[in-house]
Nanobody
Framework: QVALVESGGGSVQAGGSLRLSCVAS????????MAWYRQAPGNQRELVAF???????IYVDSVKGRLYISRDDAENTVYLQMNSLKPEDTGAYYC?????????WGKGTVVTVSS
């Protein structure tokens, strides 16, 4: 059974930075694209970015140039470097496979950006 454990969230002011991490146990990591998803308060969970092993990262337009996804296949870890944060980046962040989330969702890590 695959477990996903996200960490690194926190409260920052607009313009600040955070680095999120997600460790995946089990066998899904090496054979799948991994993604970060975000769920803002009152909204549905949405894709933020994904990256295949040795692939080019893909981002939704709202985060291009500010958020950067990377992965360490040896450590089964996916990262999200978050720079120039905006209040609209506030939400709970989750990792999972892409395009179909195959693992049970982890608890996520909460990012709060104040203006």
């Amino acid at each position: 059974q695959v477990a996903l454990v996200e960490s690194g969230g926190g409260s920052v002011q607009a313009g600040g930075s955070l680095r999120l991490s997600c460790v995946a146990s089990g066998s899904i990591f090496s054979t799948n694209a991994m993604a970060w998803y975000r769920q803002a308060p009152g909204n549905q969970r949405e894709l933020v970015a994904f990256v295949r092993s040795r692939g080019t990262p893909i981002y939704v337009d709202s985060v291009k140039g500010r958020l950067y996804i990377s992965r360490d296949d040896a450590e089964n870890t996916v990262y999200l470097q978050m720079n120039s944060l905006k209040p609209e980046d506030t939400g709970a962040y989750y990792c999972n496979t892409f395009p179909v989330p195959q693992a049970d969702w982890g608890k996520g890590t909460v990012v709060t950006v104040s203006s």
